[in-house]
């Protein structure tokens, strides 16, 4: 596969997805991002935005097995990654697998269920494996977790840790429709325009064909030097008290080869890792009390990083 030839499947997905949701490019390109890399992504919003059916329209457009689970206070660890239980008849144990044995798992409300059984995914979201009484279980190839929470409701939620955010590879929000698409989506719901009723574009193994593509994109040198740069800045800046790790950097590059990659090209460009600066760091850093004092967003902080480091000459 060329470059070419993975723009236009990846444009192929990108318009099967948009059929059922209405005026959110953007997020749409993130999502898709994510999946080029072999990332998770969490999406992050108010109910009825359309962030179940954005999850469930990629699994369909790819034609890859997808999951649900809805996180409660009462999901177990087990209903995550499995169990094994001894068979009566054989006297053998059999290994009954849980929601993460799947290509696209949408963890929906994440933070609504124990820490414990968050932590459950760690594995399996790092490594594409799990162990589970000793013996380690690959996950179907692609595999991918969306995880949905609502940021405004704070009863019986639990937050999730700095190591499970890191994990994520974005942190997508959908926002509002303007009212035009709004309009839109309300004459699509009469023409019966559902995330079930999409036809595949794709499937698995070209899926997997694009991940290797991107391993063919292009970051130069002045490109590397420019994502340390920003990612350093933010352990110098004074309004951050946690800056990102090395994994933030090494996960802003990789978002950077796939946008570059959905826009057709071999080789990525500054505007690229600017473009995934906010998607990629914001939710890896932790703020200082004053920077939430001034009503400072995560993203008027990064945004402001950007003008202060200086952007690099790339031919």
Request: hydrophobic content about 40%; overall charge negative.
């Amino acid at each position: 596969m060329n470059i070419l030839e993975a723009k236009k499947t990846l444009d192929e997905i990108r318009t099967n997805v948009e059929k059922v949701i209405i005026g959110k490019s953007e997020a749409i390109n993130l999502a898709i991002i994510c999946l080029l890399c072999g990332g998770h992504a969490l999406i992050e919003d108010v109910p009825g935005l359309g962030k179940t059916t954005l999850v469930s329209a990629i699994a369909k457009s790819i034609d890859c097995v997808f999951s649900r689970l809805q996180f409660t206070p009462d999901v177990l660890p087990s209903d995550v990654t499995g169990f094994t239980m001894l068979d009566m008849k054989t006297g053998e144990k059999q290994f009954h697998h849980g929601a993460v044995m799947t290509q696209i798992l949408l963890a929906d409300e994440i933070n609504r269920t124990s820490p414990k059984t968050q932590s459950a995914l760690l594995q399996a979201m790092q490594e594409g494996q799990i162990t589970v009484d000793g013996r380690i279980y690959n996950l179907p190839r692609p595999f991918m977790v969306m995880a949905t929470q609502n940021p405004i409701e704070f009863l019986g939620t639990y937050p999730l840790p700095e190591s499970q955010l890191d994990r994520f590879l974005m942190r997508i929000s959908i926002g509002y429709p303007d009212k035009s698409d709004e309009k839109e989506i309300l004459k699509r719901s009469t023409e019966k325009i559902s995330a079930k009723s999409l036809a595949p574009v794709t499937n698995a193994e070209t899926v997997l064909a694009l991940q290797a593509q991107l391993d063919e994109i292009v970051c130069t040198d002045l490109v590397m030097d420019y994502i340390v740069a920003l990612t350093n800045k933010t352990r110098e800046h004074e309004d951050i008290l946690l800056g990102a790790s090395p994994r933030g950097s090494l996960a802003l590059m990789r978002a950077a080869m796939g946008q570059a990659l959905l826009n057709g090209r071999g080789y990525v460009l500054p505007e690229d890792v600017q473009a995934m600066l906010a998607p990629v760091l914001a939710h890896r850093l932790m703020f200082r009390s004053q920077a939430y004092m001034q009503e400072k967003s995560p993203r008027t902080v990064l945004q402001e990083m950007l003008q202060e480091v200086p952007v690099p000459a790339v031919n």
